[in-house]
C-alpha cells in the first residue's frame, strides 16, 4: 500500500533537498564575500550534535534506492564540508569567513521549490490522487516551505518531509464517530445500530459485511444480516454463504422480492432479539442508474439506518471516489470502507476518498478472509507513508 506515493514524496524531499543546496551554495558565496570584506573576524560555530545528526540521517539513507543515493552522497559531501568547516572555524579566528555564512542564511524561495512541486503534483495524480487532494498537498507544502530559513542540507530534507506529513494529515484525518462508539450508543438506549452498504457490483460488499459480522461477534456483539439483494442472481445465497460460516442470523425473501422489506424485517428481528447491530447488503448498482439509486433511497427511508456505508474497491482509484462522490449526492453516505486496500500499491483513493466527500474512512478492507478488516486510523496511514 502506497508505494507509490512512499517513493515519491521521498523523491520530492531529495530533490528539494539538493536544488535548495546548490541555490544555497552560490548565494552563500556571495553573503560570505560581502561579510569577510566588512569584518576581519566572525566567529562561527559548528554545533556537533548537528554533524552527528547529519551522520545518522546519511547512514539511515545508506542503501535505500537510488535516489537516496543521491541524498545520502550530498550528504555525505556536505558532513565532509561541516567537517572541514570545523577547521575553517578555526581559521575564522584569523578573518576567514567565507562558507559558514552562506549556511546560515539561505531562505527557501518559491523558484527552489515550484518545479519540483508541479511534478509532484502530477505524479500524485499518475497514482490517482484526486486532483483537488493533489491540489492541496502542493499548496500547503509550498506555504510551508517558502520563507523558510535553513541553515543546512538535512534541515531542508526535514523540513520538505514534516511539511509533506503534515498535508497529508491534515487530508486523511476526517472527523467521525467510530462504529464500535455507535454501537454502545444505541445499545444504551436498547436499540440496534443500523447500516447500510451502498456500492456498485464486485466491489466487495458481501464480503466486507460477512468480515463486520466476525468483527463485531469478536467485540461480543449480535449481528445479523439483511439478504437487501434481491435483484442480483446468487447474491441470497453468496450472503447466506457467508453467514452459515459464521453462524450469523440472516433476514432473507425471495429472489426479485421488496429489498426495503427485508432490511425492514431485519430491523424489526434486532429489536426484538435484542441484537446490537443490522448490516443491510444492498444490490450493486452504478451510480447513474436512476431507478436502482431510487430503490435503494427506499431501503434508506423504510429501515431508517444510523449509517449509510459506501463500500469502494481502492484499485479503482480515481472511479471510486467518483462514485462515492454520486452515492453522496443520491443518498448521504456517513463513512467509506475501501477493500482490496492490500492490492493497491498506489494509495490514491484512500488518500483522497474522506477529504473529496467529507467523510471518515471507516474501515480497509486488506485481504479475502474475515480476519482481514482493519479499523481506519489515520496514524497509521500515516505511518504507512511516511515510515
Ligand atoms: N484482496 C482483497 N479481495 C477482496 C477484499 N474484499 C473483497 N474481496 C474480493 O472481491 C471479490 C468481490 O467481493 P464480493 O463481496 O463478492 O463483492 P460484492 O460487492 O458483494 O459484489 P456484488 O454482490 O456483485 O455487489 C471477492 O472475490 C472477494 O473475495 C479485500 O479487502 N481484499
Redesign the pocket.
Known amino acids: 500500500m502506497f508505494d507509490s506515493i512512499k517513493k515519491k514524496f521521498a523523491d520530492v524531499s531529495s530533490k528539494i533537498t539538493k536544488k535548495v543546496s546548490e541555490e544555497a551554495e552560490e548565494e552563500g558565496n556571495i553573503k560570505a564575500i560581502e561579510e569577510s570584506t566588512q569584518e576581519e573576524s566572525i566567529e562561527t560555530e559548528v554545533p556537533k550534535t548537528e554533524n552527528k545528526l547529519d551522520k545518522e540521517l546519511s547512514s539511515n539513507i545508506k542503501g535505500e534506492n537510488k535516489l537516496d543515493k543521491e541524498l545520502s552522497s550530498n550528504i555525505k559531501e556536505e558532513n565532509e564540508i561541516i567537517n572541514d568547516d570545523e577547521e575553517k572555524n578555526k581559521d575564522n579566528k584569523k578573518g576567514n569567513s567565507k562558507f559558514l555564512s552562506f549556511i546560515r542564511e539561505k531562505t527557501i524561495s518559491e523558484k527552489d521549490v515550484n518545479d519540483i512541486l508541479w511534478e509532484l503534483e502530477l505524479s500524485l495524480l499518475e497514482s490517482d490522487v484526486a486532483i483537488d487532494v493533489a491540489n492541496v498537498v502542493v499548496e500547503s507544502v509550498k506555504e510551508d516551505l517558502v520563507g523558510k530559513k535553513i541553515r543546512r542540507s538535512s534541515d531542508i530534507e526535514k523540513h520538505t518531509y514534516e511539511s509533506l506529513k503534515k498535508a497529508v494529515s491534515k487530508i486523511i484525518s476526517i472527523d467521525g464517530k467510530s462504529m464500535t462508539e455507535m454501537i454502545e450508543e444505541k445499545k444504551a438506549k436498547g436499540e440496534p445500530l443500523v447500516v447500510m452498504f451502498v456500492?456498485i457490483?464486485?466491489?466487495?460488499?458481501?464480503?466486507?459485511i460477512a468480515k463486520l459480522a466476525s468483527y463485531y461477534m469478536k467485540k461480543g456483539y449480535t449481528p445479523v444480516v439483511a439478504a437487501s439483494?434481491t435483484f442480483?442472481a446468487g447474491?441470497i445465497e453468496?450472503l447466506n454463504h457467508h453467514t452459515d460460516n459464521l453462524d450469523v442470523k440472516i433476514i432473507k425473501h425471495q429472489k426479485g422480492s421488496d429489498p426495503a422489506a427485508v432490511a425492514f424485517d431485519a430491523v424489526e428481528h434486532a429489536k426484538a432479539k435484542r441484537k446490537e447491530l443490522v448490516l443491510i447488503d444492498t444490490?450493486?448498482r452504478m451510480q447513474n442508474n436512476i431507478n436502482l439509486m431510487d430503490e435503494m433511497k427506499k431501503i434508506k427511508r423504510v429501515s431508517k439506518p444510523d449509517l449509510v456505508i459506501f463500500?469502494g474497491d481502492a484499485l479503482t482509484g480515481n472511479d471510486a471516489v467518483e462514485q462515492a462522490t454520486k452515492f453522496n449526492d443520491a443518498i448521504d453516505i456517513d463513512g467509506v470502507i475501501l477493500?482490496?486496500?492490500?492490492?493497491d500499491s498506489k494509495g490514491g483513493a484512500s488518500l483522497s476518498i474522506g477529504y473529496v466527500i467529507g467523510e471518515p474512512i471507516m474501515f480497509l478492507?486488506?485481504?479475502?478472509s474475515y480476519d482481514?478488516l482493519k479499523e481506519y486510523d489515520s496514524d497509521w496511514m500515516l505511518e504507512q507513508i511516511f515510515s
Open positions: 456500492g457490483n464486485g466491489t466487495g460488499k458481501t464480503t466486507t439483494d442480483r447474491a453468496q444490490a450493486g463500500v477493500t482490496k486496500a492490500d492490492a478492507g486488506m485481504g479475502q482481514d
